[in-house]
Each structure stands twice: as structure tokens, then as C-alpha cells.
């Protein structure tokens, strides 16, 4: 078969075609990742330390370890797992193994550090009073796990801490403590 400019050109215009219906026509069947990462420490940071996602229905969404500046970043399924979502650290930090959490009220890509402050938040939201036994009570303690919930527990601290937040410098209002 002889090519011809014509023949070539809807050879390549095919191709294109079969494409772009290859890709899905936008990713309607592909579900779009949701990412977690933030830093976890205690002023010193966890350093290869694990990271657990656990999701409201108890399932884990996704694990990542810390780096050595106790960042992480992991990926999941959004389609697969539902908010609220407990964030887990567990590792050493020198010579000491903690253990600290964290929660993320909703769905959707988000920066989730780890720190005393998250623990503090956490242990507010927990039926027991122990941010610990969020893992295991989440199928009860996720109604206390909002957006508006969290949202007030973390302008009371940022109130409690305004005066030290103000002498860094910083504007209280603006400081995300999640």
C-alpha cells in the first residue's frame, strides 16, 4: 500500500483519535488520588518513623514512613476510603518511642502534621479522652471528628497560644495548628 499525503494524514488523525478515547475522555473511570503529607514531630522530628491513614470505617487508607526532616507524603483511593480520617505516627524521636495523632475531618487532598498540638486536638475529639483510642473507636467517635468540631478545638488553642504565636511574629488567626 502506497502512502499518500491523504492516507497519512488520517493515519495520524486515527491515532489521535484512538487517543484521546483511549484516555477516557477526561478520567471519568479513573479515580483521581488523594494525598496526605505533612511533618511529624515533637520539635525534634520522626525520623523513619510509620505513618497509618485509617479511614471512619477502620480500614487503613494508606501507610508512608517519615523522612529524616519527619516529612511524609502517601497516596490512596479516595473511592475506597471516607472521611473522617485518624493520621498515626509512631517512631522515635531521639531515644524515646512515641506514638502521637493527628485527624483530618474531610475528604480531598490535605496537609495533615503530626505534632503534641494534633495529639492535643485529637485527644478532644476521642470518646475516651485518649487520641490512642481513636483507631479503634472511630466507628464511634466519628461524629465528633467534623470540620466544625475540629475547626473550634483548634481556634482555642491558637487562642490559648496567641501571645506566644504573636511574639514569633506571626498573626494568630492565620496559624493552621493542623
Do not use: W
Not at 519527619?70 to 472521611?83: E, I, Q, R
Not at 479522652?129 to 472511630?138: K, M, S, T, W
Not at 481556634?155 to 493552621?176: E, H, Q, S, W, Y
Amino acid at each position: 500500500m502506497k502512502f499518500t499525503p491523504k492516507r497519512l494524514a488520517l493515519a495520524i488523525a486515527s491515532a489521535g483519535l484512538l487517543t484521546i478515547y483511549g484516555c477516557g475522555g477526561g478520567g471519568g473511570n479513573t479515580p483521581a488520588s488523594t494525598t496526605f503529607s505533612g511533618t511529624a514531630a515533637t520539635g525534634a522530628p520522626f525520623v523513619g518513623a510509620s505513618v497509618v491513614v485509617t479511614d471512619a470505617t477502620g480500614a487503613t487508607a494508606g501507610t508512608a514512613t517519615t523522612a529524616d526532616d519527619g516529612s511524609y507524603t502517601l497516596n490512596f483511593d479516595p473511592t475506597k476510603f471516607s472521611a473522617p480520617f485518624v493520621v498515626t505516627v509512631k517512631g522515635n524521636v531521639g531515644n524515646s518511642e512515641e506514638t502521637l495523632v493527628s485527624v483530618q475531618p474531610t475528604s480531598g487532598s490535605s496537609t495533615v502534621n503530626i505534632t503534641p498540638i494534633t495529639h492535643a486536638i485529637a485527644a478532644l475529639m476521642s470518646g475516651t479522652g485518649n487520641p490512642l483510642d481513636l483507631v479503634a473507636n472511630i466507628a464511634t467517635d466519628k461524629a465528633n471528628i467534623t470540620t466544625a468540631n475540629v475547626a473550634d478545638v483548634e481556634k482555642g488553642f491558637r487562642d490559648a497560644l496567641a501571645a506566644n504565636i504573636t511574639a514569633m511574629g506571626l498573626d494568630p488567626a492565620t496559624v493552621n495548628l493542623m
